[in-house]
């Protein structure tokens, strides 16, 4: 049953579209219908504000979080706890709410990289922010951190459940990219 929950839940939290949310809130705005129509930060950022920006940021980043701590709380076997995290990123980037359509869930992923393994999310984001300086390119950056975070991952010889959730969610994240 902890399994069960453990996955409905994180279901269910990814699937609540902030950056949606906040656009109607804010400015009675439909964000999928501005700039690169996507429900997320960086879209939020670019067409709501800085603030918005940040709001969906973190918002986005702690369903991840709350999904993986919520998991190990219920004492959820692992497997149970990384399935969370994957369906945390799917319920963002497929969110009922929003007629399957979502978010490309970076931030998402980072809430959940950072709840399992703050060092190397610390080091890869601010691998990706110096990367970010150099390049003002956010796109790029982000593959950045992602790469590094995985490297980092198998380098530093996590759990094997551990490398593969984090393979995993950086799937789900750069196939939002390509489609």
Do not use: E
């Not at 579209?17 to 109607?24: H, I, K, N, S, W």
């Not at 800085?50 to 940021?57: M, Q, T």
């Amino acid at each position: 049953m902890d399994s069960f929950a453990t996955i409905a839940i994180a279901l269910a939290l990814g699937s609540v579209p902030t950056a949606y949310l906040l656009g109607r809130w804010l400015g009675g705005i439909d964000i999928r219908g501005r700039g690169n129509r996507n429900p997320g930060a960086l879209n939020a950022y670019r067409q709501i504000g800085k603030v918005a920006g940040a709001a969906v940021l973190l918002v986005d980043a702690g369903k991840g979080a709350l999904s993986i701590y919520i998991g190990q709380t219920l004492g959820a076997p692992d497997a149970a706890v990384y399935g969370a995290g994957v369906m945390a990123i799917v319920g963002h980037n497929f969110s009922p709410f929003l007629r399957f359509r979502g978010g490309k869930g970076a931030a998402t992923a980072l809430g959940i990289s950072a709840i399992m393994l703050w060092q190397i999310t610390a080091l890869s984001v601010a691998a990706g922010a110096l990367l970010l300086s150099l390049t003002r390119h956010p796109v790029w950056s982000l593959t950045g951190v992602f790469v590094l975070l995985n490297a980092l991952t198998i380098a530093t010889s996590q759990p094997a459940g551990q490398i593969a959730v984090c393979l995993a969610i950086s799937a789900l994240v750069a196939g939002t990219h390509l489609y």
